[in-house]
């Protein structure tokens, strides 16, 4: 691939705090530390001379959609761009590529997220939730992909990303890579070969 191509990776909504302590005081919560699957595979791809951008949403877990799109304004992304998104994320990506029309090459979807959620009365909803996943996400967007999507999703993961992610599969016709026993892609998960794989294909 040629090695100008340019990758924007997106974390997802955390929870506001992590046993008392503050996300943002959580270095392994950075999506640009190498410590976790997503900084890991930044560098791995800078290593072959992509360019990567990991943009943070500040408080995220709260943080409302323009929010979201704001920080992604800031970003480059044009048809040499390959999107990752994780949960949250993967569903603001497709949300704002839809509403900015731009065309991009590849999309990769991490246990993505979608309005599904909101359909769980069990679940302890976000602020922001129901304005955050107002958007549908529609098949006419393929047409903004130049190559294809591609969904990476694990078996243990929760049912309504299991549901959200047969949802894109059907409308956006994407490949599913299913894996066993990552669950919803905590950063606890040191390297995750398989995204880099797929990037660079």
Same mark, same amino acid.
Request: some cysteine; proline content about 4%.
């Given at each position: ?16 705090? @992590? *046993?008392?302590?503050? /996300?943002?005081?959580?270095? +392994? ?7 976790? %699957?997503? &900084? ?36 480059? @992304? *044009?048809?040499?761009? /390959?999107?990752?998104?994780? +949960? ?7 949300? %704002?590529? &839809? ?103």
């Amino acid at each position: 691939m040629d090695q100008k191509s340019n990758v924007v990776m997106l974390h997802g909504r955390w929870p506001e705090k @992590i *046993d008392g302590e503050f /996300i943002a005081d959580i270095p +392994s919560c950075d999506s640009n530390y190498e410590g976790n %699957w997503m &900084g890991w595979t930044k560098e791995r791809l800078e290593e072959k001379g992509y360019s990567v951008t990991c943009p943070i949403i500040v408080d995220a877990w709260k943080a409302s959609y323009e929010e979201w799109k704001r920080e992604l304004d800031k970003v480059t @992304i *044009d048809e040499n761009t /390959i999107l990752v998104g994780l +949960s949250a994320g993967a569903y603001a990506l497709l949300r %704002w590529l &839809g509403e900015s029309g731009e065309k991009v090459k590849k999309v990769i979807l991490i246990a993505p997220a979608s309005k599904r959620m909101l359909d769980n009365p069990n679940r302890d909803k976000a602020p922001q939730e129901e304005e955050f996943y107002s958007s549908e996400i529609m098949p006419g967007l393929k047409s903004q992909i130049q190559e294809r999507v591609v969904i990476i999703v694990s078996n243990d993961d929760y049912a309504d990303i299991l549901q959200s992610a047969e949802l894109f599969k059907e409308v956006l016709d994407a490949k599913v890579i299913r894996l066993d026993g990552l669950g919803h892609f905590s950063f606890l998960i040191k390297t995750l070969p398989e995204l880099v794989e797929e990037i660079m294909k």
